[in-house]
């Protein structure tokens, strides 16, 4: 499953916000998890720190979440593997 992250490093606190429920559904526009991690974008932290956040939400081992895109970006997109 692929999901799309607006990342918020440097937060006080660590948490996920799961994009809004939408009455009508449209695929023209991809809808956004805002997750927000204590840690600092630097050498890669913040990105292992919202890897682990989405493992926990998803119940899934941190080996089954992938960053596909948006290393250094705010907006990233992970690929969850086996969610159920």
Do not use: C, W
């Amino acid at each position: 499953m692929k999901i799309y992250v607006k990342a918020k490093a440097g937060s006080k606190e660590n948490k996920i916000t799961p994009p809004p429920l939408k009455l009508i559904k449209t695929d023209t526009e991809p809808e956004y998890y805002v997750v927000s991690v204590k840690e600092e974008p630097k050498e890669g932290k913040a990105n292992d720190a919202i890897a682990r956040l989405l493992a926990k939400h998803f119940s899934v081992t941190l080996s089954q979440v992938r960053l596909l895109r948006g290393s250094t970006s705010k907006i990233k997109v992970f690929d969850i593997l086996d969610a159920q």
